[in-house]
């Protein structure tokens, strides 16, 4: 489970199962589960003389972006070595993913490959091969892997990415991924509803109504140049039936996502700045449940009630939250928290730390 996982938001990977009650869900009509979706959205706005996608002349069909595109996304199942006493490797779910370049390296959710020790990916024309996770970033939950292609075996599809400071809300989108883990290359179409959007902690979110179900996690929304410009991630919905698409969805925005990949394909981890301390947002920023004893906010004097209502004079609220301003900045970094102290107003310098393993 991510990190940043509460409520009613649901990562989309889907639990491997039969394909079952086929029957049942013709006759509902209900094509998803609501369970696992997620998904969001977090892109500049662009300037306002810039046209939208979807005026543009030089837009593609639906069916044009998937034709495009569907070479290139992929089935991503996830299997644990000895789990619960079983002899083979207990399935744990399905998700999607797309290639990014020609040596076969996949972007994903983190969510879709943890906890896995094998991972297989199926391509659209049902071929399946064996892939290795090359690193994975738990905080904007992105993961990388690698194919494991065959001698002179050249992957069936490249996507192109797109820009996601170009995304505006109204925008036109398309989503493919692995509906339920079963229905592979699954199509829809929607609009981008906001950018700039976080969920739960997520940062780097665009919001969106194109229909996806647990499964799509780690799939692509492209533009209609048939360009990735997010990530689906998260989708909030109702509970009423595990075979609902959610009602919004989220994905991250390409250019975060860029970010991460690159670091790690150099690295195989992401380097994050770590302030130490607990608690969650409020209307004014963000409020010091508990100090890391040793940490940097403890060093520097932050204290449990506190309540951090701007970092280096930029604000905290409900649109821009404490770990999106982290974002910006490494460890090492000397930061200035501004401090609502019972009333009064504080400034205090920290030296921001490396993120320890495992922290959430």
Do not use: Y
């Not at 972007?107 to 892939?131: I, K, P, Y």
């Amino acid at each position: 489970m991510s990190p940043w996982e509460t409520g009613d938001a649901r990562p989309t990977t889907a639990p491997l199962r039969p394909l079952v009650l086929a029957a049942v869900l013709a006759i509902a009509l209900v094509l998803g589960v609501a369970g696992v979706l997620t998904a969001g959205g977090g892109l500049a706005f662009a300037q306002e003389s810039t046209p939208s996608a979807a005026q543009d002349e030089g837009d593609l069909s639906v069916a044009d972006v998937a034709e495009l595109a569907n070479p290139a996304v992929v089935t991503i199942r996830s299997r644990q070595e000895g789990a619960f006493g079983q002899n083979g490797p207990r399935a744990l779910g399905a998700g999607s993913g797309f290639i990014i370049d020609a040596e076969g390296h996949v972007v994903t959710n983190s969510h879709v490959v943890e906890d896995a020790d094998e991972l297989s990916v199926e391509f659209f024309d049902g071929t399946t091969v064996q892939a290795t996770l090359v690193g994975r970033d738990e905080l904007q939950d992105v993961a990388v892997l690698q194919l494991d292609l065959a001698d002179c075996q050249e992957v069936p599809g490249i996507v192109t990415l797109g820009d996601s400071d170009t995304v505006r809300a109204g925008d036109r989108i398309v989503s493919i991924g692995s509906a339920l883990g079963e229905f592979t290359n699954t199509v829809t179409d929607g609009t981008v509803n906001a950018v700039d959007r976080s969920l739960a902690g997520l940062p780097n979110l665009l919001q969106h109504d194109a229909e996806i179900w647990p499964g799509n996690s780690g799939g692509p929304i492209l533009n209609l140049k048939g360009e990735v410009v997010g990530v689906n991630v998260a989708g909030v919905g109702n509970r009423r039936s595990q075979t609902e698409a959610a009602r919004i969805g989220f994905a991250i925005e390409i250019d975060a996502v860029e970010d991460v990949v690159a670091d790690l394909l150099d690295d195989g981890v992401v380097v994050r700045p770590f302030l130490g301390i607990a608690g969650g947002p409020v209307a004014d920023g963000q409020e010091v449940v508990e100090v890391v004893e040793g940490g940097p906010a403890d060093e520097a004097g932050v204290l449990p009630g506190d309540v951090i209502t701007a970092i280096n004079g930029q604000s905290l609220d409900g649109e821009n939250g404490l770990l999106e301003a982290l974002f910006e900045f490494k460890p090492g970094d000397t930061v200035t928290l501004t401090i609502d102290r019972d009333g009064t107003e504080e400034t205090i310098e920290v030296v921001l730390a490396e993120r320890p393993a495992e922290t959430d």
